[in-house]
Structure formats: structure tokens, C-alpha cells
């Protein structure tokens, strides 16, 4: 049974009227959203507040935030890990940790706060095309967009599927470049049992509300060396380097206590969330596979995948009709697909003026930006709502 189907089942018109002023919105417990965080028990969460009360420590490095910080290295395998409010400013910060200036390569299909970042550093991005198979910045692309003025390249995980991080080193290793991963979306994703975290110069995470791990808000940067890693503490927090020495024009951007313990229980939960994750996308694979005109990422065999997202991909010939049309479809019985990632960061007004923002630059963004509609998928998904969006999808372009 559809999400508005049951709606309609419970309550009658008037009921779904709510007052402009509350603070639930009781009709979003039957819609079915694109993704919905994963909690734990919140009398779990109450010792941890206690705590917080206790110590009256918040913020500023303390227990939890060094607890977590200490965990989840251990538990994504990578050497050293610096935790952030949000991604965001994680993003801005590896920016700067490195240096970055002039120009990096970049893709176009992402959120928008990958380019942002650049932007808000004063760096141009260089907008490169897409491979047509797992949407990730194509490698065999980068070398032409090279210029004198180019110092990094910042690809994505899209979907948390891993970019050709080899192809990719090794024109980095040939023109001098560093390597920023946005990896916003491959939380403990593996490629032949290693982090796939752990591959460029660093890697940036998100821990936002839609995210596989979420603090709430909250981000981090992994690195490789202690070095690096007291440098963008440094820069996290204003610059000090002690009570007196201010070693950098550094920013407020660190985790508060209150996310950091809720990251240590979410440790505790986040192999069932990825299991659940997993069943709902075998789902999806298996039902939609015989549709014409649908086209669904392969799993990588050599990777551990964590199942962040579902993308589809429509060919409007094939299947009979649109992916708007579908996607308008789904709303109209409160199932709310997203068109990740539509439309493109170059067709944004403050990039389309760049040369490489250019539609005849990026023919295969530019196509699939128009097919792709990412399923719902979460761990507390009903499985009789997976039902549902299956049946809606074989049975609308008949």
C-alpha cells in the first residue's frame, strides 16, 4: 500500500489540515521521502546529554569530540581524522589546508556545495565531463583541461561509488597536482579491502541528516600524516596554535560535543543500517531489472559498497515516458524521489559563464542530469512501500 493510499485509509481531508504553527507536521510520517536519518534509541542518547551536563564541556576538543574522533578512524581504516560541524566547511578547510589556488578540476554532477567551496576560496573551477557508467569525473577527460594555472583536482564518490582513484594518482603524480576527494557519500566504502578514504592528498566527509552516518550536521577531513592533520586543527579553530599564538587565519568549524557523542552511539548501529540498506537495494535490483528503458548502476565486485543511494536512470524512448513525468508521478502519491543531481552545478548562474560550464564541454552530464532519479532508501523504509514504488514504476509507463 502506497504512502497516500494510507493517508486517505486513516484520515479524512479535514484531517490532513494542520495549523500554520506546530512543531510536527504530522503528514510527514506517512510520506515517503528520498532518504530519512537513521537514530538510535534516544534513552541511548540520554546518558551521553547527562554527561554533557555534568561537565559542562561543549565544545572545544573535548572528551567525546576526541572519543570519536579516535573510533572512527579505527573503524574506517585510515591513519588520522579531524572532525567538522558540517561538510561544508570541512571542504573549505582542506581547501586551504593544501594551499589551493588558481585553478582545479572538478565536476559538474555533484551538490552544489562541491564548487562552492572552490568559489568561497577564490579558486575557478575547471568543469570536466562525466563517464556514462558510474557518473564519476572521467580521468581520460582530465588531461585536456590541464592548464599552468591548475593546482588540484576535486572529484566526487558519487553515490558512493569510488572514482578511478588509480587513473586519476597517476595524472596527479605526472602534473604535479593534489587530490581532494569529496567523499560525502562513500562512508566506509572499500575498494579491495582498503578505505577508499584513503586514496588522494585528503578526503573530505559529510555527516549531515541524509547521509549513511549522520551527527546531526557534521563533517570530517582524513589525512596521512600528523602534520597535516595539526594543520587543519589549527585552522578549525581560529588559528591558535595555543592561548596566545594564533599560527594561521583559521575559522570556527568544530564539532560540538553534542555531535560527537551522538556519532560514538551511532558506531554502535551503522552495520545494520548499512545491512538494511542493502536488502532494500537488492530489492530495487532485482524488481526493476526487467523494465525497458531503466537502467541501474552495476555493483562494483571489488568494492564494499554502503548503499547511500539508488539512482535510476530513464530513457524516455525506451521506458514510454519521462523522468519528470515519473518523478511528478511519485509526488502525486507522496513518494518523493530526488533528481540527484538536477539540474547541473554548471547550469547555475554564478558558473554557466565559465568556458568549461559549456553544454557542448559536458554531452554526457548534460544527458544524464536529465535521466536520473534517485529511489527512496533508508533503513526504516517499509518494505511494503519498496512494494509500492516498484509497482508504481512498472505500471506508469504502460
Known amino acids: 500500500m502506497l504512502a497516500s493510499t494510507k493517508i486517505l485509509k486513516v484520515l479524512g481531508e479535514e484531517d490532513l489540515k494542520f495549523p500554520a504553527l506546530t512543531n510536527v507536521n504530522r503528514s510527514d510520517d506517512e510520506k515517503v521521502f528520498v532518504t530519512r ?6 534513552e541511548e542518547f540520554i546518558p551521553y546529554l547527562e554527561d554533557i551536563w555534568k ?9 567525546y569530540h576526541q572519543q570519536l574522533e579516535i573510533e572512527l578512524a579505527e573503524y574506517l581504516g585510515v591513519p588520522y581524522i579531524s572532525l567538522f560541524s558540517n561538510g561544508t566547511l570541512a571542504l573549505l578547510n582542506a581547501l586551504q589546508t593544501l594551499r589551493i589556488t588558481g585553478e582545479v578540476i572538478t565536476t559538474p554532477f555533484s551538490f552544489v556545495a562541491t564548487t562552492h567551496a572552490l568559489h568561497w576560496n577564490g579558486i575557478k573551477p575547471v568543469f570536466v565531463d562525466i563517464d556514462p557508467v558510474y557518473c564519476n569525473l572521467d580521468p581520460a577527460k582530465i588531461e585536456a583541461a590541464i592548464s599552468p594555472q591548475t593546482t588540484a583536482i576535486l572529484p566526487v564518490h558519487v553515490y558512493g561509488n569510488p572514482c578511478d582513484v588509480y587513473e586519476i594518482e597517476k595524472i596527479a603524480d605526472n602534473y604535479g597536482l593534489k587530490v581532494i576527494y569529496d567523499a560525502s557519500h562513500a562512508f566506509n566504502v572499500k575498494i579491495n579491502g582498503e578505505s577508499v578514504l584513503n586514496f588522494g592528498d585528503l578526503s573530505v566527509l559529510s555527516f549531515h541528516a541524509t547521509k549513511v552516518f549522520t551527527t546531526f550536521e557534521g563533517g570530517a577531513i582524513i589525512c596521512h600524516d600528523e602534520k597535516t592533520k595539526k594543520r587543519i586543527d589549527f585552522l578549525k579553530n581560529f588559528g591558535f596554535a595555543d592561548e596566545v599564538t594564533v599560527v594561521g587565519p583559521g575559522i570556527n568549524a568544530k564539532m560540538n560535543e553534542f555531535q560527537a557523542a551522538l556519532g560514538l552511539l551511532q558506531l ?6 548499512i545491512s538494511k540498506r542493502k536488502e532494500i537495494a537488492q ?26 543511494y539508488f539512482p535510476i536512470f530513464i530513457d524516455e524512448e525506451k521506458y514510454g515516458t519521462s523522468r519528470d513525468d515519473l518523478y511528478n508521478k511519485f509526488k502525486e502519491n507522496n513518494i518523493y524521489a530526488r533528481r540527484y543531481f538536477y539540474p547541473l552545478i554548471s547550469q ?5 559563464g565559465l568556458e568549461s560550464a559549456s553544454p557542448e564541454n559536458l554531452p554526457i552530464a548534460e544527458k544524464i542530469t536529465k535521466e536520473v532519479l534517485c529511489l527512496p532508501i533508508y533503513p526504516s523504509l517499509d518494505f511494503e512501500d519498496v512494494s509500492g514504488i516498484v509497482n508504481l514504476t512498472k505500471n506508469f509507463a504502460l
Not at 37 to 42: N, T
Request: no cysteine; charged share 25%.
Open 348 to 352: 547555475f548562474p554564478t558558473y554557466r
Open 283 to 308: 530489492t530495487y535490483r532485482k524488481e526493476l531489472s526487467s523494465i525497458g528503458g531503466i537502467r541501474m548502476l552495476r555493483e562494483i565486485e571489488s568494492v564494499k559498497h554502503n548503499y547511500a
Open 55 to 63: 561537565s559542562k564541556v561543549l565544545t572545544n576538543n573535548g572528551f
Open 37 to 42: 536519518p537513521s537514530l538510535p534509541p534516544l
Open 268 to 273: 554502535k548501529y551503522i552495520d545494520e543500517y
